[in-house]
Protein backbone atom coordinates (compact mmCIF):
# COMPACT_ATOMS: atom_id res chain seq x y z
CA UNK A 1 0.00 0.00 0.00
CA UNK A 2 1.48 3.48 -1.17
CA UNK A 3 2.21 6.01 1.63
CA UNK A 4 0.19 9.34 2.10
CA UNK A 5 2.32 12.09 1.72
CA UNK A 6 1.64 13.11 5.20
CA UNK A 7 2.73 9.58 6.45
CA UNK A 8 6.17 9.88 4.58
CA UNK A 9 6.48 13.28 5.79
CA UNK A 10 6.04 11.85 9.36
CA UNK A 11 8.62 9.25 8.82
CA UNK A 12 11.55 12.20 7.68
CA UNK A 13 10.92 14.18 10.38
CA UNK A 14 11.31 11.34 13.15
CA UNK A 15 14.27 10.33 11.03
CA UNK A 16 15.57 14.08 10.72
CA UNK A 17 15.50 14.72 14.54
CA UNK A 18 17.87 12.66 15.13
CA UNK A 19 20.29 13.40 12.36
CA UNK A 20 19.96 17.16 12.54
CA UNK A 21 22.60 19.27 15.00
CA UNK A 22 19.99 19.88 18.22
CA UNK A 23 20.44 24.21 17.86
CA UNK A 24 19.19 23.81 14.15
CA UNK A 25 16.44 21.81 14.78
CA UNK A 26 15.38 23.82 17.55
CA UNK A 27 15.54 26.66 14.80
CA UNK A 28 13.05 25.10 12.39
CA UNK A 29 10.24 23.34 15.25
CA UNK A 30 10.26 27.39 16.45
CA UNK A 31 9.63 28.67 13.11
CA UNK A 32 7.61 25.96 12.57
CA UNK A 33 5.47 26.27 15.44
CA UNK A 34 5.39 30.49 14.76
CA UNK A 35 4.17 29.77 11.18
CA UNK A 36 1.35 27.54 11.84
CA UNK A 37 0.33 29.95 14.36
CA UNK A 38 -0.02 32.73 11.91
CA UNK A 39 -1.69 30.49 9.49
CA UNK A 40 -2.10 31.09 5.90
CA UNK A 41 -2.46 35.05 5.37
CA UNK A 42 -5.90 36.44 5.25
CA UNK A 43 -5.38 38.08 1.63
CA UNK A 44 -3.74 34.27 0.12
CA UNK A 45 -5.77 33.30 -2.83
CA UNK A 46 -9.02 31.57 -2.38
CA UNK A 47 -11.60 29.15 -4.33
CA UNK A 48 -13.90 31.79 -6.46
CA UNK A 49 -10.65 34.23 -6.89
CA UNK A 50 -9.48 35.02 -10.67
CA UNK A 51 -6.01 34.26 -11.34
CA UNK A 52 -4.43 37.17 -13.58
CA UNK A 53 -2.05 35.35 -16.44
CA UNK A 54 1.27 34.69 -16.12
CA UNK A 55 4.04 33.34 -17.82
CA UNK A 56 6.86 31.71 -16.78
CA UNK A 57 10.25 29.85 -17.66
CA UNK A 58 10.42 26.03 -17.89
CA UNK A 59 13.58 23.80 -16.76
CA UNK A 60 14.83 24.76 -20.39
CA UNK A 61 14.06 27.98 -20.02
CA UNK A 62 11.36 28.11 -22.69
CA UNK A 63 8.31 30.42 -21.49
CA UNK A 64 4.80 28.67 -20.43
CA UNK A 65 2.09 30.62 -19.93
CA UNK A 66 -1.57 29.77 -17.67
CA UNK A 67 -3.17 30.42 -20.72
CA UNK A 68 -1.34 27.48 -22.39
CA UNK A 69 -1.78 25.51 -19.26
CA UNK A 70 -5.30 25.82 -19.74
CA UNK A 71 -5.44 25.08 -23.30
CA UNK A 72 -7.34 21.93 -22.68
CA UNK A 73 -8.97 21.95 -19.79
CA UNK A 74 -8.19 22.60 -16.09
CA UNK A 75 -4.74 23.27 -14.73
CA UNK A 76 -3.10 21.88 -10.93
CA UNK A 77 -1.06 24.80 -10.13
CA UNK A 78 1.74 23.25 -7.12
CA UNK A 79 3.96 25.78 -5.56
CA UNK A 80 7.03 24.22 -4.26
CA UNK A 81 9.82 25.90 -1.96
CA UNK A 82 12.55 23.91 -4.07
CA UNK A 83 14.18 21.43 -5.12
CA UNK A 84 16.40 21.25 -1.75
CA UNK A 85 13.41 20.71 0.41
CA UNK A 86 12.61 17.35 1.15
CA UNK A 87 8.69 17.79 1.94
CA UNK A 88 8.72 19.55 -1.59
CA UNK A 89 10.37 16.03 -3.41
CA UNK A 90 8.15 13.85 -1.40
CA UNK A 91 5.39 15.64 -2.69
CA UNK A 92 7.01 15.94 -6.47
CA UNK A 93 7.58 12.18 -6.48
CA UNK A 94 3.99 11.36 -5.45
CA UNK A 95 1.98 14.13 -7.61
CA UNK A 96 4.41 12.77 -10.56
CA UNK A 97 3.33 8.76 -9.71
CA UNK A 98 -0.31 9.08 -8.35
CA UNK A 99 -1.72 11.80 -9.81
CA UNK A 100 -0.19 12.44 -13.68
CA UNK A 101 -1.48 9.11 -14.52
CA UNK A 102 -4.80 10.11 -13.51
CA UNK A 103 -5.30 14.05 -15.07
CA UNK A 104 -6.08 12.70 -18.62
CA UNK A 105 -9.50 11.72 -17.39
CA UNK A 106 -9.96 15.06 -16.14
CA UNK A 107 -8.32 16.93 -19.58
CA UNK A 108 -5.98 18.51 -16.91
CA UNK A 109 -2.57 19.60 -16.96
CA UNK A 110 0.07 19.84 -13.92
CA UNK A 111 2.52 22.38 -13.48
CA UNK A 112 5.03 22.99 -10.40
CA UNK A 113 6.66 26.25 -9.44
CA UNK A 114 9.11 27.80 -7.55
CA UNK A 115 11.71 30.62 -7.12
CA UNK A 116 14.55 28.40 -8.21
CA UNK A 117 16.45 29.13 -11.53
CA UNK A 118 15.05 27.27 -14.51
CA UNK A 119 18.64 24.94 -14.09
CA UNK A 120 17.62 24.36 -10.62
CA UNK A 121 14.16 23.00 -11.53
CA UNK A 122 16.16 20.78 -14.61
CA UNK A 123 17.74 19.04 -11.65
CA UNK A 124 14.38 18.67 -9.76
CA UNK A 125 12.81 17.23 -12.92
CA UNK A 126 15.46 15.19 -14.02
CA UNK A 127 16.24 13.20 -10.56
CA UNK A 128 12.49 12.92 -10.20
CA UNK A 129 11.83 12.07 -13.25
CA UNK A 130 8.75 14.44 -13.59
CA UNK A 131 6.65 14.62 -17.04
CA UNK A 132 5.34 17.78 -16.28
CA UNK A 133 6.37 21.49 -16.02
CA UNK A 134 8.43 22.86 -13.60
CA UNK A 135 8.35 26.58 -13.91
CA UNK A 136 10.62 28.92 -12.17
CA UNK A 137 8.94 31.98 -10.34
CA UNK A 138 12.17 35.00 -10.39
CA UNK A 139 11.87 36.62 -7.18
CA UNK A 140 8.40 34.44 -5.92
CA UNK A 141 6.44 37.20 -8.13
CA UNK A 142 3.71 35.40 -8.75
CA UNK A 143 3.62 33.83 -5.80
CA UNK A 144 3.60 36.87 -4.03
CA UNK A 145 0.52 38.42 -5.94
CA UNK A 146 -1.46 35.16 -4.84
CA UNK A 147 -0.61 36.02 -0.98
CA UNK A 148 1.46 32.83 -0.06
CA UNK A 149 4.96 34.42 -0.34
CA UNK A 150 7.08 35.01 2.89
CA UNK A 151 10.47 35.76 3.56
CA UNK A 152 12.11 33.11 5.64
CA UNK A 153 13.36 34.64 9.43
CA UNK A 154 17.25 35.03 9.35
CA UNK A 155 18.24 32.26 12.11
CA UNK A 156 16.17 30.02 10.01
CA UNK A 157 18.22 31.58 7.12
CA UNK A 158 21.80 30.95 8.74
CA UNK A 159 20.71 27.68 10.00
CA UNK A 160 20.30 26.03 6.64
CA UNK A 161 23.31 27.73 5.55
CA UNK A 162 24.68 25.78 8.90
CA UNK A 163 23.57 22.74 6.63
CA UNK A 164 25.77 23.62 3.51
CA UNK A 165 22.60 25.69 2.18
CA UNK A 166 22.18 29.10 0.95
CA UNK A 167 19.09 29.19 -0.65
CA UNK A 168 19.62 32.69 -2.44
CA UNK A 169 22.06 30.40 -4.72
CA UNK A 170 19.74 28.06 -6.29
CA UNK A 171 17.01 30.99 -6.18
CA UNK A 172 16.86 33.07 -9.57
CA UNK A 173 17.68 36.75 -8.88
CA UNK A 174 19.54 35.79 -5.36
CA UNK A 175 16.48 36.21 -3.65
CA UNK A 176 15.29 34.49 -0.24
CA UNK A 177 11.67 34.60 -0.87
CA UNK A 178 9.31 31.99 -1.13
CA UNK A 179 6.13 30.41 -1.34
CA UNK A 180 4.17 28.44 1.41
CA UNK A 181 3.13 25.00 -0.10
CA UNK A 182 0.48 25.50 -2.36
CA UNK A 183 -2.15 23.89 -4.20
CA UNK A 184 -4.45 25.47 -6.61
CA UNK A 185 -6.93 23.80 -9.28
CA UNK A 186 -8.15 26.43 -11.62
CA UNK A 187 -10.67 26.37 -14.66
CA UNK A 188 -10.47 27.21 -18.07
CA UNK A 189 -11.76 30.47 -17.22
CA UNK A 190 -8.84 31.19 -15.12
CA UNK A 191 -10.90 30.84 -11.92
CA UNK A 192 -9.75 29.25 -8.51
CA UNK A 193 -11.94 26.18 -8.11
CA UNK A 194 -9.52 24.77 -5.04
CA UNK A 195 -7.34 25.99 -2.71
CA UNK A 196 -5.07 24.54 -0.30
CA UNK A 197 -2.10 26.70 1.17
CA UNK A 198 -0.20 25.41 4.09
CA UNK A 199 1.35 27.54 6.74
CA UNK A 200 3.23 24.45 7.53
CA UNK A 201 6.34 23.56 5.88
CA UNK A 202 6.07 19.49 6.18
CA UNK A 203 2.86 19.51 5.27
CA UNK A 204 1.54 18.83 1.78
CA UNK A 205 -1.79 18.43 -0.27
CA UNK A 206 -2.52 14.56 -0.43
CA UNK A 207 -3.19 13.44 -4.29
CA UNK A 208 -7.01 12.30 -3.06
CA UNK A 209 -7.97 16.05 -2.10
CA UNK A 210 -6.86 17.08 -5.71
CA UNK A 211 -8.75 14.14 -7.46
CA UNK A 212 -11.64 15.09 -5.69
CA UNK A 213 -11.61 19.04 -6.52
CA UNK A 214 -11.12 17.68 -10.55
CA UNK A 215 -13.95 15.84 -9.84
CA UNK A 216 -16.07 18.55 -9.05
CA UNK A 217 -15.31 20.74 -11.71
Known sequence: MTLTIKQQAEQLGAASAGRLPAEVLEIFNRDRKTMLARGAPPDAVAAGDVLADFTLPDANDSDLSLSE?????????????????????????????????????????????SPQKPDESLSTAEKHALQ???????????ARRLGVAFQPAEDVLEAQRVLGLDIRDGNAEGAAELPMPTVLVVDRDRVVRFADVQPDYTSRTEVKAILSALAEL
Not at 76 to 89: A, E, I, K, Q
Not at 133 to 140: Q, R, Y
Open 69 to 113: LLVDGPAVLVFYRGGWCPYCNIALHQYQFELTPQLARFGATLAAI
Open 132 to 142: FPVLSDAGARV
